[in-house]
């Protein structure tokens, strides 16, 4: 059946509006029945709240997705990368996970700095679960991400258990991408 499988490109940042394009059209596709979605990704990251959304968002669709780093994938954006079935990234590309930041603290009172750097903590640790519960990421490397930029490349993203293997995103001959 020729809508059993759709294609589409995401690269943006992980925040309402990308996130809600990107669960629209995995929604269309479920709603017209497609089983396997193939989603050429990239994307620095964003907002937490909205990554998490999403990541569980994808993992409560009746739909097999195929995830390709296709450039980079960072931040908040990993978690949701891990929400796939199937990963893979580019030989060229490259994930990067840190701890979260906070904005401008100026003009702060010391109660709204605390009630900032909690809530950083709690999405650290949100963060944290799901990237030990999708993947096999070392337990040093989840401790050093709390204190700073932790790159890791094709090669350890497959012993790391990010993705599957290294594969390029390709579309078959005769198929359509959509750019979310």
């Known amino acids: 059946m020729a809508n059993d499988v759709a294609y589409f490109g995401f690269t943006g940042p992980i925040e ?3 996130v809600g394009r990107l669960a629209g059209a995995l929604n269309s596709a479920v709603n017209g029945g497609v089983d396997t979605v193939h989603l050429a990704f990239s994307s ?13 968002h994808i993992r409560a669709l009746p739909l097999h997705l195929v995830i390709y780093n296709s450039g980079s994938v960072g931040s908040i954006a990993v978690s949701v990368f891990l929400a796939a079935q199937e990963r893979y990234c580019s030989t060229h590309a490259m994930f990067m996970i840190h701890p979260t930041t906070m904005g401008q603290s100026e003009g702060l009172t010391a109660r709204r700095l605390q009630s900032t750097l909690d809530a950083a903590l709690a999405d650290d640790d949100r963060t944290d679960n799901i990237l030990r519960e999708r993947s096999r990421i070392p337990s040093d490397i989840l401790a050093a991400r709390r204190h700073s930029e932790i790159y890791i490349p094709p090669s350890k993203a497959v012993d790391y258990g990010l993705v599957n293997a290294v594969r390029e995103f390709a579309l078959p001959q005769g198929q359509q991408i959509v750019q979310i």
């Open 44 to 56: 620095n990251g964003g907002y937490v709240a909205d990554g998490v959304y999403l990541y569980n």
């Open 16 to 18: 309402p509006g990308g």
